[in-house]
């Protein structure tokens, strides 16, 4: 026997034990099935065929198909967005590193800004009777023809806003809002203190017409101080009402005041208006002028008359209240800031460009 021989019994042996098989009942038996199951699987088959078809075409390479096509994905969950990252704060803005605010400094006609950078001119003349606004944002002055000009911080974007002001003695100072300025009109030989509204020019004279020059308000607007004609301290209400005098300071009473001190140079009063610092004169010093001396030595509590310490070395030429309660301290070479509590908060060295200028003013 060969091998086909073999390979063809093979084959009738599996014949004869198969057993016949109805292919049509078996299709039918299925066909139940799948059509008590087609709501169930019908939209899977879909997607499957999808996916298949897809994955095909991509292996094949479909005609005019670049690229394959993104396989479907499964609905995805809600997305969660993660906390952006935190920006960095911007450089605080300041004339120097270590003092956060800007300097201004006067050689009577000129006024400077400092920055990093170096000194801003801010008016090339003038700021023998100009000041600069709480916020910092602007500044007042009045020329020598009596106008009341208001500028932009550096010195731009200037405008009249009232004119017959005093120039010697008077320069205007700020409300706390930055909104107003406390200065005093009128021809020569007549005086009239009162308060310009910066918006509209309105003066509103002040209630009581009493003797003072260089005016100061305070942080809480509640309290203007000034010096009398006789070198006096006074304090009063905005609309220059409720006068008060300082006890003791300026007295000529031995008794009442020791060392004769005396000021016709106030320079800052603190927020709540309780302190005034000022250029303190004692005994058989010369008293000043009328003129604006840009100088502070010593502190008065406006209560009591007496002088008050600060916790600083050296010559002090200028101290400077802000509305915060802080101190600026100028010595030689040096600018100390003190807390309300007049605890140092920083010391920084002053710029060289302005060691022969006076310090006006140290805003936001």
Same mark, same amino acid.
């Given at each position: 026997?060969?091998?086909?021989?073999?390979?063809?019994?093979?084959?009738?042996?599996?014949?004869?034990?198969?057993?016949?098989?109805?292919?049509?009942?078996?299709?039918?038996? =299925?066909?139940?099935?799948?059509?008590?199951?087609?709501a169930f699987v019908s939209g899977s088959v879909a997607a499957c065929a999808l996916v298949l078809a897809?994955?095909? %075409?991509?292996?094949?390479?479909?005609?005019?198909?670049?690229?394959?096509?993104?396989?479907?994905?499964?609905?995805?969950?809600?997305s969660v967005t993660g906390s952006p990252s935190p920006t960095a704060a911007p450089p605080v803005q300041?004339?120097?590193?270590?003092?956060?605010?800007?300097?201004?400094?006067?050689?009577?006609?000129?006024?400077?800004?400092?920055?990093?950078?170096?000194?801003?001119?801010?008016?090339?003349?003038?700021?023998?009777? %100009?000041?600069?606004?709480?916020?910092?944002?602007?500044?007042?002055?009045?020329?020598?023809?009596?106008?009341?000009?208001?500028?932009?911080?550096?010195?731009?974007?200037?405008?009249?806003?009232?004119?017959?002001?005093?120039?010697?003695?008077?320069?205007?100072?700020?409300?706390?809002?930055?909104?107003?300025?406390?200065?005093?009109?009128?021809?020569?030989?007549?005086?009239?203190?009162?308060?310009?509204?910066?918006?509209?020019? =309105?003066?509103?004279?002040?209630?009581?017409?009493?003797?003072?020059?260089?005016?100061?308000?305070?942080?809480?607007?509640?309290?203007?101080?000034?010096?009398?004609?006789?070198?006096?301290?006074?304090?009063?209400?905005?609309?220059?009402?409720?006068?008060?005098?300082?006890?003791?300071?300026?007295?000529?009473?031995?008794?009442?005041?020791?060392?004769?001190?005396?000021?016709?140079?106030?320079?800052?009063?603190?927020?709540?208006?309780?302190?005034?610092?000022?250029w303190q004169r004692k005994d058989q010093e010369e008293d000043s002028d009328i003129a604006r001396d840009?100088?502070?030595?010593?502190?008065?509590?406006?209560?009591?008359?007496?002088?008050?310490?600060?916790?600083?070395?050296?010559?002090?030429?200028?101290?400077?209240?802000?509305?915060?309660?802080?101190?600026?301290?100028?010595? %030689?070479?040096?600018?100390?800031?003190?807390?309300?509590?007049?605890?140092?908060?920083?010391?920084?060295?002053?710029?060289?460009?302005?060691?022969?200028?006076?310090?006006?003013?140290?805003?936001?």
């Amino acid at each position: 026997m060969n091998d086909d021989d073999l390979l063809r019994n093979s084959l009738t042996e599996i014949g004869d034990q198969a057993k016949p098989v109805d292919f049509v009942d078996r299709s039918l038996a =299925r066909s139940k099935r799948i059509g008590r199951n087609r709501a169930f699987v019908s939209g899977s088959v879909a997607a499957c065929a999808l996916v298949l078809a897809g994955g095909l %075409a991509w292996q094949l390479g479909v005609p005019g198909r670049s690229e394959p096509e993104p396989a479907a994905m499964p609905t995805a969950l809600p997305s969660v967005t993660g906390s952006p990252s935190p920006t960095a704060a911007p450089p605080v803005q300041s004339s120097i590193t270590g003092l956060p605010g800007w300097l201004y400094y006067s050689d009577s006609e000129r006024l400077v800004r400092v920055t990093k950078s170096g000194v801003d001119t801010v008016l090339v003349k003038d700021a023998y009777a %100009a000041s600069v606004s709480p916020d910092g944002a602007r500044v007042a002055f009045v020329d020598k023809g009596g106008k009341v000009v208001v500028t932009d911080r550096d010195g731009r974007n200037r405008r009249t806003v009232f004119q017959g002001a005093k120039y010697y003695g008077y320069e205007p100072a700020w409300s706390p809002d930055s909104e107003q300025l406390l200065l005093a009109k009128g021809p020569d030989g007549e005086v009239t203190k009162g308060i310009v509204t910066i918006a509209t020019g =309105r003066f509103t004279p002040l209630v009581d017409q009493r003797s003072a020059i260089h005016f100061l308000w305070s942080a809480d607007g509640r309290h203007i101080g000034y010096a009398t004609g006789d070198c006096d301290l006074a304090t009063a209400d905005p609309d220059g009402g409720n006068a008060r005098v300082v006890p003791g300071f300026g007295s000529g009473e031995p008794q009442a005041n020791y060392g004769r001190r005396r000021s016709c140079d106030p320079y800052s009063i603190s927020a709540d208006g309780g302190l005034i610092s000022v250029w303190q004169r004692k005994d058989q010093e010369e008293d000043s002028d009328i003129a604006r001396d840009l100088i502070a030595d010593t502190v008065i509590d406006v209560r009591t008359g007496e002088n008050v310490g600060l916790p600083v070395r050296g010559d002090v030429t200028a101290i400077l209240f802000q509305p915060n309660g802080d101190i600026l301290v100028r010595t %030689a070479g040096k600018l100390t800031l003190l807390g309300p509590d007049f605890r140092v908060k920083a010391e920084v060295p002053e710029p060289a460009a302005v060691e022969h200028l006076k310090l006006l003013a140290y805003t936001p």
